[in-house]
């Protein structure tokens, strides 16, 4: 892909990919939204089946607990830019449902163009992974969430990056008790986000 010069354009460019096979099932490219110009930049795994939908990154049941966290971090989503590793939704059919599957690292590297692009566009001061497979695509291998929070990281596609767990995780927790230590968990990972991109003086980039 040759340099973008605008991220209207590469949105425009990302609706056409067929750069995967994962176009074929999902019903449109999810892009990233937010400020061009924002200091944080959340990165999320994939589109959820709201997201698909609606056609906009961490909605649905996820993105409330996104909102809870960010309120704990007393952290505006207005002024993020909110973005997926991967744009189209994975998934595979049960009954009427779509059961969410998780990108293969083919289907990250494949998608590596557009969040590159967003990153080069967007020139945020820190990069937050929600989740495995957003800190797979930023930090370039495989990177475990519990061994990893809790301090800037440098990426091998941008640095500083902050690793946290996906704000689903949350909702799969098996009790009330341990959704509220999770989501403490992840309102803190935000709040060290927020406090890096206070402190830098400049965009970083690896
Ligand atoms: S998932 Fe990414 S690489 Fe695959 S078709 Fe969609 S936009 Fe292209």
Redesign the pocket.
């Known amino acids: 892909m040759s340099r973008p010069d605008s991220l209207d354009r590469v949105r425009r460019r ?1 609706r056409d ?7 074929r099932e ?1 019903t449109q ?1 999810v892009f990233g939204e937010g400020p061009h110009s924002a200091a944080i930049m959340l990165v999320g795994e994939q589109p959820g089946d709201r997201e698909d939908r609606a056609g906009r990154p961490v909605v649905g049941p996820a993105g409330r607990v996104l909102d809870e966290a960010l309120e704990v971090a007393s952290i505006d989503r207005a002024a993020l830019y909110t973005t997926n590793a ?3 939704f994975k998934f595979r059919e049960r009954g009427k449902r779509r059961i969410h599957q998780r990108p293969s690292v083919g ?1 990250i590297d ?2 590596l163009q ?1 969040l590159r692009a967003e990153i080069e566009l967007v020139s945020p001061r820190v990069v937050v992974a929600l989740g495995a497979s957003a800190a797979h695509a930023l930090m370039g291998r495989a990177t475990a969430i519990g061994a990893n929070r809790g301090h800037p990281l440098e990426g091998a596609l941008f640095s500083p990056v902050v690793v946290t767990a996906h704000p689903s995780s949350v909702l799969r927790e098996r009790d009330r008790e341990a959704r509220g230590a999770a989501l403490a968990q992840l309102g803190e990972d935000l709040r060290l986000a927020a406090e890096i991109a206070r402190a830098a003086p400049e965009n970083g980039r690896a």
């Open positions: 990302a990919c067929r750069d995967c096979g994962l176009w999902a490219t991967v744009k189209h289907e494949a998608c557009w």
